[in-house]
């Protein structure tokens, strides 16, 4: 078992073996979210998913296992998915619309059969908060 | 009874007449020899002081053959110079070289006539004394001895044999009858033995300088050119010059100083016969008032109290004049000086003038029974005057007290008052420095008193600053011209205080008339100066400075952080400790402190070059050793195992203090050579030395002890017992690591128990345990494997043996079966808590390792799949 940059399970392998606590706590988050959800994070398709993904939109190494980790912040609701714009824009160092364009990818390609548990999910962990950009908002209609 | 009675009594009698007779026979056979050998050696004196000038020919030989080497060195110099020249060495350019060689290349051919020429100088200022000794006496040089000793009373010139003064003393003893008159007879005896001893004592001295004299210059002179060739060579070199020069004019100058002693003795005891009627006089009148005072009268009867007390000046100024010629000579750098201070403190002289002062002031106790009013006061003074000579321990004192009581004689034989007398006669002894803790401490007063006054003065003055420091510093000038001490010292110090004094010959001047840094008054300067002395003074001071003076400025040097830097450095602490008496005196122990206190600031480069010049000492100073390792361990600059070592070594007999000190230092010392968790380990299993137990208290400390291996090592090394097992840790620290390891690592703990639980301690492979062992072992381990609380690290980190054990594999298989089953329905894809065990066990262990394998030998077996 080594880590894997296109599995947010398995992107921090190497540091989740010196903090066996943290990824205790994260299986933790995992397994608490609704059943969707967690199986958006432990389906073995995710990784393909998120490398075809990474792949069109030709990021690199580094992008690609930046994005797999923000993906999996916003799975147990670590960053607010509102905001997930404007982190692909600061974190993957992209522009405004080729961070819109990759929030949508995700969106229909691998949040959407939990889009709902999701929204519950952040809006329970963050209330009413809005989106930190304005204009470009993450569609989760589709 | 009757009878008996009268039988006891003239038994009595018979036994004090025998002690009588035997004190008289030891006290007049003293008396003759010591009379004989005090002739000899009045004889021995009056030769020497008569060739002070004789120097044989081989010297003049021995030195021509020196000078004709020491020239030959001049091409060497000359080397030197050109190659100093060259790179631009300091001190070694032939700017700085070539003027003092060109002056020691002219005198070093001179050096015999120009050392020749001093002594003639001196020999010469020593006769123009002996001249006026001689015209005082009417004889020979020696004839103050003679006369001021009474060696016709005390050493019976011509001899009229022990046995006939026996025989005459024993008829004029029986034939007086009375047993209080026999016994007078046997005391004055003894007493006269005690005169001539203390005389021949006195002529030893000078005896022994004088001869001492002649040949520390016989040998001074051969080594002239050698110390002139050094005047040529810069830094440690010219030091030899220096030495030289002092030695020379000390021995030289010796003689003359002390002839200028003998001179006022001579002109002192001119006055002896006009003064003997009147103390015969008070002594007749004494005894005739106090016909049992059978002390008194025996001194008279060995004596007369007129030759009783010019014994006594005379010894004084012989034997101070011998004191104050050196010490006077030591002030000039050496020779006499130095012998003499070395002696000084084996000198009876303190005890002497005790002894003396006692006996005066006993005269004068008795003078003051005497029914005369005058004659009473001049015994109160006497009195007073025998304390102040119990108290005489240089020649000024001496001299004082002399005086003091010369004038009360002459005075009162001048027909003048008498209490005029004594108030004179104390003036002139405090004037002359005498009663010297009284003196010292009036000056004391005085100055400050002075000082208090000139300061209120100044500032009512309406003067500016600048005006006010002008003014100072030009009475101290004047002060120092006209060798004003009391008022360059008080001027001194205000300067000081104010921080005007900044010129280096004026602080040495004034730190000198205060009389050097070892007085009371020069210590207050120095401490008034110190805060505004520059490195640039204090060095040029410093560079001047001996004795005290040396070793008070070596320390401000060490306070400030002065010390010169390298080889200079080493040699500059180690020259002051040795005129310290050694780093074990208080002086050493307060230099060494103050060292280490600055870290040795300046004086090394590196911590290599200060644990070098440690090791360079090898056995001859330890304390010195001590402190250099000790400083070195406290700044964290023990390097190396053998220097920790060291360190511990140089330690080991310390107080309990140093010594824990040391093993903190070396606990901290042990990351250096051992950096990482491996070394460490390594170094754990080298062969036993100090610095191993260092090794296994660092170790415990940082929760590095975590295996059984590591952990039986470890007491082995900390209870110095390299057999010792698992059942037999004693030591605290060892136990401390046990009660760690419980606390930390439940399956080491485990371990240890099981192999524990065996009488021998069991440390070997835990596959080959006996059964015993083996079961306690599995027991112990899954009663902490099955915790919900052990963690998978915790579980990984046992040692390879425990890993190889097929029982350790099967609790492992166990506890992850059970973490499956505890977590009940599992969502898709999630691989379970027992998979997620096992996943983190493969990550955790080394690819290619014995763990490696025999983990995924679990994994394996367990019917778990990982990769879901």
Known sequence: MTSDIYNPLYVDFDYYTDHLEEEDALYKKIRSNSEKISDIVFDENTPTIIKSICQRFTLTDQQSALLSRLIRKILVAEVFIGDLIKELQGQLDLPPSKAQELADALAAELFAPAKDELKELHAKTFGGQQPKQEGNVLNLKT | ??????????????????????????????????????????????????????????????????????????????????????????????????????????????????????????????????????????????????????????????????????????????????????????????????????????????????????????????????????????????????????????????????????????????????????????????????????????????????????????????????????????????????????????????????????????????????????????????????????????????????KALGQAGFEKYWGKRAHEQESKAKEAVLRAGGFKAEAAAERKARINHEKDKYKTKLNNSGLTEIQKQTKVMDEIKRALFHGN??????????????????????????????????????????????????????????????????????????????????????????????????????????????????????????????????????????????????????????????RVNEMLDATKNSSADVRAKALSYSDKAVKNFATTFEDRQLALHQPADDASKAIARSMIDSDEILSEKDFTQMVRVLQNNPTANLTQIADPKALEALTRIEQRHPLLAAELSARRSDPSGYTGSMNAAPAPVRTEFVNKMRAKIMNPNIREDEVFKVSEDTWNMVEYQDLVKEKVASLQQAQGRRRKGDPGDGARFLIRLQRMAPPGSARESAVNTVIASSGININP
């Open chain 2, 485 to 642: 001490a009391d008022e360059a010292t008080l001027l001194g110090q205000i300067a000081a205080e104010k921080g005007w004094l900044k010129d280096d010959v004026q602080i040495r001047d004034t730190l000198h008339l205060a009389g050097g840094t070892q007085t009371e008054l020069g210590k207050e300067l120095f401490e008034a100066l110190k805060p505004h002395l520059s490195q640039a003074t204090v060095d040029t001071l410093f560079r001047g400075a001996s004795g005290e003076d040396l070793t008070n400025l070596a320390q401000l040097r060490a306070e400030k952080g002065w010390v010169q830097t390298g080889s200079a450095g080493e040699t500059e602490i180690r020259e002051t400790l040795r005129l310290m008496g050694g780093s074990g005196t208080e002086d050493g122990k307060k230099y060494l402190k103050t060292l280490d206190d600055n870290d040795f600031l300046n004086v090394f480069k590196t911590p290599d070059e200060k644990l070098t010049f440690a090791d360079s000492l090898g056995t001859t100073d330890d304390a010195l050793k001590r402190i250099l390792y000790l400083n070195a361990g406290k700044n964290n600059q023990l390097r190396d195992r053998a």
């Open chain 2, 1 to 402: 009874m009757l009878l008996i009675a009268p039988l006891h009594s003239a038994q009595a009698i018979g036994l004090t007449l025998s002690v009588a007779l035997t004190l008289t026979a030891v006290g007049l056979a003293v008396k003759y020899i010591g009379g004989f050998i005090f002739k000899a050696l009045m004889s021995l004196v009056e030769m020497l002081l008569q060739l002070l000038s004789y120097m044989p020919d081989v010297i003049h030989k021995i030195w021509e053959i020196v000078r004709d080497i020491v020239n030959l060195t001049f091409i060497l110099i000359l080397i030197i110079m050109a190659f100093g020249t060259i790179f631009q060495v300091k001190e070694y350019t032939y700017k700085e070289m070539f003027g003092p060689f060109l002056i020691s290349a002219i005198l070093i051919n001179f050096s015999f006539a120009i050392g020749q020429y001093l002594i003639d100088l001196s020999n010469g200022l020593a006769h123009v004394f002996f001249d006026t000794i001689r015209e005082a006496t009417g004889g020979d040089i020696t004839t103050i001895f003679d006369f001021g000793l009474s060696s016709n009373v005390t050493a019976a010139p011509e001899a009229t044999s022990w046995a006939k003064g026996f025989i005459d003393y024993t008829i004029t003893a029986f034939s007086e009858v009375p047993t209080a008159t026999v016994l007078k007879h046997a005391s004055s005896a003894v007493l006269s033995a005690l005169f001539i001893l203390v005389g021949n004592f006195a002529l030893s001295v000078i005896l022994i300088f004088a001869l001492a004299r002649w040949v520390a210059l016989w040998l001074l002179m051969i080594a002239s050119p050698a110390a002139w060739v050094a005047y040529a060579l810069p830094g440690h070199m010219k030091s030899f010059w220096k030495m030289w020069w002092k030695a020379f004019m000390g021995w030289n100058f010796f003689i003359p100083i002390y002839a200028f002693f003998l001179m006022l003795l001579a002109i002192i005891l001119k006055a002896k016969e006009q003064t003997k009627v009147t103390w015969d006089d008070i002594g007749t009148q004494y005894l005739q008032k106090h016909e049992g005072a059978a002390i008194a009268a025996s001194i008279f009867n060995a004596f007369g109290i007129n030759e009783f007390i010019f014994f006594i000046i005379t010894v004084v100024f012989m034997v101070g004049g011998i004191y104050a010629a050196w010490k006077i000579s030591s002030s000039l750098g050496g020779g006499a000086g130095w012998v003499g201070t070395g002696i000084a403190g084996r000198l009876p002289i303190g005890l002497a003038t005790k002894g003396m002062g006692k006996l005066v002031s006993f005269a004068g106790k008795g003078m003051g029974l005497v029914p005369n009013a005058r004659v009473q006061r001049v015994g109160q003074w006497m009195q007073r005057a025998g304390t102040g000579i119990g108290s005489i321990k240089n020649v000024n004192s001496g001299v004082a007290a002399g």
